[in-house]
């Protein structure tokens, strides 16, 4: 069965950059036909996509995200990282990392979820 656990700084100052892995055991990020995507939640809203690296290591993004979000990922060490620039404290939120065949989920009740990981910026 597939885990996946987020990792990275707990405070962030604004207009720095946050960046997050996710590590996967049970799967390989290469697997066929699966994407991997970092999903946030700011106190109070929902959930809100913001993008996904495919099994081929093809990109997608949220729009309104993407100025300032690169998702990578090392094959070697089983991880994905997400970077998002020139943070504010609207970026404030418990980010996820997820897998799912479907690129774009908006429900926890879809796809493989890692337990999440609390962000907040603040100077």
């Known amino acids: 069965q597939v885990q996946l656990v987020e990792s990275g700084p707990g405070l962030v100052k604004p207009s720095q950059t946050l960046s997050l892995t996710c590590a996967v055991s049970?799967?390989?990020?290469?697997?066929?036909?699966?994407?991997w995507m970092w999903i946030r939640q700011p106190p109070g809203r929902g959930l809100e996509w913001m993008g996904a690296?495919?099994?081929?290591?093809?990109?997608d993004y949220n729009p309104f995200f993407k100025p300032r979000t690169t998702i990578s990922r090392d094959t070697s060490k089983n991880h994905f990282t997400l970077q998002l620039r020139s943070v504010t404290p609207e970026d404030t939120a418990v980010y996820y990392c997820?897998?799912?065949?479907?690129?774009?989920?908006?429900?926890?009740?879809?796809?493989?979820w890692g337990p999440g990981t609390q962000v907040t910026v603040s100077s």
């Open positions: 997820v897998r799912d065949r479907r690129m774009i989920i908006t429900s926890k009740t879809l796809g493989s």
């Open positions: 690296i495919k099994s081929s290591g093809d990109t």
């Open positions: 049970g799967d390989s990020i290469t697997s066929d036909s699966y994407y």
